[in-house]
């Protein structure tokens, strides 16, 4: 007995996302709502009509919480970081910090939406830009809304070659595809990021002053995505690890260099500009630390991150512990079968995004103390405001990856996928970069989207008879730009910046974007191929 790929049982798997989609942006659920909805959906799905077995099922919730527990102990300290620096002032401060820096508003919100975020990106991951770069542009004067938008553009082409490439290493090692069309399929894949790496910068600069921002801003935007899309597409197919991370940081220093230009030093903003507030401007009286004293927290998170990742004897000996489990084999009714997991997403305690993240707080928290910035109540408060902030965050999230896990055993996305590739034939490349999207849609992050479909997306283009270069690049582009909106990141926008309940807002202005770029991504490889 075989998986049944049907009209019927492809109608099935598209209902989860689909009531998803229409929840979120339609009537407007929240995703703590929504998600536990969608996870109750496709457990339905999976046992009613996929046969998928209790004893499966089981296994699958607790590997669905394990993951998620392995990216809520980086949105916690995120947050309550993030809660530290409100109490002590220290947007107050960056706020300054950035003006005396450049007084021009575009360079501005470049530097904290765009180029400081893609750096932590590059070493970081998991939303941490996220939860980083909306709140200080909130502190500058941009609007809850806007904030978000733009750091979920401006940061996701660090979706696959970010994180020191972890999502590109999991879609080599799942589709088992050569070192050579490996490094074909980096290199599609980085011009198709450079791209959309573009697109969301000039959408940002437009979101600020239509054609006068990005006719004033034009040369800081090729000259920072000259070095970023294009660093990234030179190293790419070379070597991956660095190849987002480098160019993040050489445009981080160059960016400081650009603010000496007294074109883009001198002050500069548009009083029309419907992204900032009215009265954006924060009151600085009282006792305010320095730039420096408020970036505290994202120096020590740097300098650890870099310590702990790129320097070799260090990250050798930290990566030794790991924290995993092992799963048996399961099979569905109709025979479809989910392998055994010897260590299921292992967890490298002192290697690890969360724990960079809660030394960072700690280490500012103790600082702010000591030098009277904060009190010790002060301290408590940041603690309770960040249990309340992340209750609805680690609903969604949990839900959401418990609910791709059953989609995944069941055979759910199997048979969608399946189903795309036999009705489209080679017309099936235009729609590749929409499984990218899908998945990383479906799982909130792009590495476990490019695990989950990286084989069928190899086994795609032998059907075919084409390179699987080509798909493999299209999915992991596509899952860049499902990164712009996917559950995970904008739960830590929103977390961090008290926009809940914005999640469809945020979908309705963002999805038409991603799904723009999936489309001229999909229809050139396949006018290429043709």
Not at 407 to 436: T, W
Not at 478 to 492: D, E, K, N, Y
Request: glycine fraction near 10%; charged fraction near 10%; charge should be positive.
């Amino acid at each position: 007995m075989s998986l049944p790929v049907n009209p019927f049982f492809w109608t099935l798997a598209l209902v989860p996302v689909l009531f998803l989609l229409v929840v979120i942006m339609k009537l407007g659920w929240g995703v703590a709502r929504a998600a536990p909805a969608g996870m109750v959906l496709a457990l339905g799905i999976a046992v009613l009509f996929y046969r998928s077995s209790p004893a499966a099922l089981v296994y699958e919730s607790v590997k669905g919480v394990w993951n998620a527990v392995t990216i809520l102990l980086v949105v916690w300290p995120a947050v309550f970081s993030y809660e530290l620096t409100c109490a002590s002032r220290g947007f107050d401060a960056i706020r300054c910090g950035i003006q005396a820096l450049t007084r021009h508003k575009l360079m501005q919100i470049l530097i904290l939406g765009w180029i400081f975020p893609s750096f932590l990106q590059g070493i970081t991951g998991f939303g941490v830009a996220v939860a980083v770069g909306a709140p200080l542009l909130l502190s500058i004067g941009v609007k809850p809304l806007y904030s978000i938008i733009i750091v979920l553009l401006c940061h996701s082409w660090g979706g696959t070659f970010g994180t020191l490439a972890l999502a590109w290493e999991a879609l080599v090692e799942q589709s088992g595809v050569t070192s050579m069309e490996a490094a074909k399929a980096a290199f599609l894949a980085a011009a198709m990021i450079w791209f959309s790496n573009f697109v969301g910068v000039c959408l940002s600069c437009w979101f600020y002053g239509r054609w006068k921002g990005l006719k004033e801003i034009a040369p800081v935007v090729a000259v920072l995505t000259l070095m970023t899309g294009g660093g990234e597409l030179l190293l790419a197919p070379v070597h991956a690890t660095i190849s987002n991370f480098l160019p993040s940081a050489a445009a981080l220093f160059a960016t400081f260099l650009l603010c000496r230009i007294p074109h883009y030093r001198r002050a500069w903003e548009l009083s029309d500009s419907s992204i900032i507030k009215e009265h954006g401007q924060q009151d600085s009286s009282g006792d305010v630390m320095g730039f420096h004293e408020a970036f505290l927290p994202y120096y020590v998170l740097t300098l650890v991150t870099v310590v702990c990742l790129l320097v070799p004897p260090v990250n050798r000996l930290l990566s030794q512990w790991k924290i995993g489990f092992s799963f048996p084999e399961t099979v569905t009714g109709f025979g479809y079968t989910t392998r055994a997991e010897g260590c299921l997403s292992p967890m490298k305690p002192l290697t690890y995004a969360g724990t960079f993240l809660a030394l960072s707080a700690m280490v500012s928290g103790v600082y702010y103390l000591g030098k009277g910035y904060l009190d010790k109540a002060g301290i408590r408060a940041a603690a309770v405001r960040t249990a309340e902030k992340c209750k609805s965050p680690t609903i969604a999230i949990t839900c959401f990856i418990i609910m791709s896990k059953f989609m995944g055993s069941s055979g759910q996305i199997h048979v969608l996928s399946q189903g795309i590739v036999s009705v489209l034939g080679h017309y099936y490349v235009i729609m590749a970069p929409f499984l990218g999207i899908l998945g990383t849609f479906i799982t909130s992050s792009n590495m476990s989207a490019n695990i989950l479909l990286g084989n069928f997306q190899m086994s795609a283009a032998t059907f075919l008879g084409i390179s699987p270069a080509v798909t493999l690049a299209l999915q992991t582009a596509g899952g860049v730009l499902g990164t712009a909106f996917s559950p995970g990141c904008v739960i830590m926008g929103i977390s961090t910046t008290g926009m809940t309940g914005a999640e469809g807002e945020i979908l309705r202005r963002i999805v038409p974007i991603a799904a723009g770029c999936g489309a001229v991504f999909g229809i050139t490889a396949f006018l290429f191929l043709v």
